[in-house]
């Protein structure tokens, strides 16, 4: 057996020291979604599109193919924090980004929300987001339930080449709506 996984009882545990912090609350003195946004798209920071406003970037941790998330450039923790101007900003790119997922990959369906706190579930409450989950019949089964697995068809850097070019004119489609 190894020294990652054990079990009692059938109950199987992974081993993650590593998140040791994470569960105490310990935070890192950067906000990731302040930092992604300075730094140009590209495969390894999963940013999709920016501008003054917003940004659109890949889900580091999916839960479907195609998992985005929409976030305000202004750290805010809270949709009214928003101004006015924001909020209407982030409203037509959320409309966008739909429109672009319904080209590819062409999902049978949405969840759209977002988590506000971290007692919502969200686990960068500082800094306020749109999930924008694509959803196909089937894609959930039993792994989640009973294996406390998800199986992800591709990849996340295979995604992100597939959505980029539909990123490359999204400011275009950003001026009709």
């Known amino acids: 057996m190894s ?19 994470y569960v105490k609350g310990v935070r890192a003195n950067h906000c990731p979604f302040c930092v992604a946004p300075s730094e140009e798209p ?14 659109v970037v890949l889900n580091k941790f999916p839960y479907n193919p195609g998992h985005l998330l929409v976030i305000p450039r ?18 037509r790119g959320l409309q966008c980004v ?5 080209q590819n990959p062409s999902p049978q369906g949405f969840n759209l ?4 706190g971290s007692v919502g579930g969200a686990g960068i409450p500082e800094h306020l987001h749109w999930h924008i989950l694509p959803r196909w019949a089937g894609d959930t089964n039993f792994m989640p339930l009973l294996a406390e697995t998800k199986a992800l068809p591709v ?19 950003l001026n009709r709506v």
Do not use: C
């Not at 202004?74 to 409203?91: A, D, F, K, N």
């Not at 739909?98 to 319904?102: I, M, R």
């Open 42 to 55: 590209s495969e390894e920071n999963l940013v999709l599109f920016k501008n003054d406003k917003f940004f």
């Open 113 to 116: 929300g977002m988590n506000i």
């Open 98 to 102: 739909l429109k672009v997922l319904n």
């Open 155 to 173: 990849h996340n850097v295979t995604v992100y080449r597939q959505l980029k070019p539909f990123f490359e004119t999204f400011a275009d489609v």
């Open 3 to 21: 020294d990652h996984v054990g079990s009692k009882e059938g109950l199987k545990m992974l081993w993650a020291p590593w998140r040791l912090d």
């Open 74 to 91: 202004r750290h805010v923790g809270l949709p009214t924090e928003l101004t006015s101007e924001e909020w209407s900003e982030l409203s």
